[in-house]
């Protein structure tokens, strides 16, 4: 099956959105990170759950910023290796990575927080693209993406965690 053309400026405007995104919430911007999504949104972050709309995202925002304090200070979401499927003339599928880097202010040590994608949808209904739905899937356990046969995997010993 042939791979979509999408065309440069869409492509581009899309990373842009994106990098808008990372730092709005690196950088615990709300006003940014809501300017990324439509009105009627819908971000799923597991475990906290499904969060629809403006408000709702604030909520969730809150609680990844202020809940936890030293904790989510110093990250940085970066997104790469974006693949985009149309579904529409106004909407498009994006997939991407997002592994997540962090500074810690106490230790002044940097270190890998995780990794996970992302699996979006945006839409430029209203003249720009912005974010319809957005999904975080953390590579934990099962969660790490794989559609190869599952001989590649290993049934490791499990040990606690640190």
Same mark, same amino acid.
């Given at each position: 099956m042939p791979r979509p053309k999408i065309p440069v400026e869409d492509r581009l405007e899309i990373q842009e959105l994106f990098a808008y995104y990372a730092w709005g919430l690196n950088t615990g911007d709300a006003d940014e990170v809501l300017a990324c999504f439509t009105e009627d949104c819908e971000f799923e972050h597991l475990p906290q759950g499904i969060f629809r709309g403006h408000e709702q995202l604030?909520?969730?925002?809150? *609680?990844?910023w202020y809940?936890?304090?030293?904790?989510?200070?110093?990250?940085q979401h970066l997104a790469s *290796?974006? $693949? =985009?499927?149309?579904?529409?003339?106004?909407?498009? *599928? $994006?997939?991407a990575y997002a592994p997540i880097v962090q500074h810690n202010l106490d230790y002044r040590s940097n270190f890998v927080f995780g990794l996970a994608s992302w699996d979006n949808v945006c839409t430029k209904a209203s003249g720009e693209w912005l974010f319809k739905s957005l999904r975080v899937v953390k590579? =934990?356990?099962?969660?790490?993406?794989?559609?190869g046969e599952d001989r590649a995997r290993i049934s490791a010993p499990t040990r606690p965690l640190i």
């Open positions: 604030r909520v969730l925002l809150n *609680h990844l809940d936890k304090p030293g904790w989510f200070v110093g990250r *290796h974006f $693949v =985009m499927t149309p579904l529409s003339e106004q909407e498009m *599928h $994006v997939k590579w =934990m356990g099962d969660g790490v993406p794989w559609v």
